[in-house]
């Protein structure tokens, strides 16, 4: 079974503006992000994170603070609770969309993606393990509240497979 590495992190919505700045730096909330992504993969060297999970009131303002038009809406609703379900998620989203008003944004590009082209759209590396960090509603996180999450393989309950490459041959005489 598939497990996630999961880091925790929050900031206070009080400290930004209406834009999505905090008020004693100008600092935005993605640019804080960014610093939780960064820590993420500081904290697990060799992971970045790929699900940023947080309420709905969060991910209206990490929208404003990267400037997303008004019909834009950040983040994919979760069908199946707290936990992101890759298969049937996007589907219900794209389904749900498609009687929409608005536009959802389902992913945001990485605070490791350092290349962009003339559109300033981040440019993907196939040989990299640096993808957009896919942008998940749970409703039951608290204002100021992200977590950034990776799966993982790991499966500690599985026992290590034996490889036997010779075995005797016993003869009975």
């Not at 003339?118 to 992200?146: A, C, H, Q, W």
């Not at 990776?150 to 003869?171: G, L, M, R, S």
Request: charge should be negative; proline fraction near 5%; include cysteine.
């Amino acid at each position: 079974m598939e497990k996630e590495i999961i880091e925790n992190y929050s900031f206070n919505p009080l400290d930004y503006d209406e834009s999505g700045r905090r008020k004693d730096d100008g600092k935005t909330l993605r640019d804080v992000v960014k610093d939780f992504e960064h820590d993420f993969h500081n904290r697990h060297s060799t992971e970045y994170a790929l699900n940023l999970y947080a309420n709905s009131r969060t991910m209206n303002l990490l929208a404003k603070s990267n400037g997303a038009e008004p019909f834009m809406i950040y983040g994919m609703d979760l069908c199946h609770g707290t936990v992101f379900n890759p298969k049937d998620d996007p589907d219900f989203n794209f389904q749900v969309d498609s009687f929409s008003e608005f536009t959802t944004v389902y992913g945001i590009d990485s605070a490791f993606m350092t290349d962009f082209n003339e559109n300033g759209y981040p440019v993907f590396d196939d040989n990299s393990e640096v993808y957009p960090l896919t942008l998940l509603i749970d409703e039951k996180m608290r204002d100021g509240e992200i977590r950034l999450t990776t799966p993982t393989t790991d499966d500690d309950d599985e026992e290590p497979e034996t490889i036997i490459n010779d075995v005797p041959q016993k003869e009975y005489v």
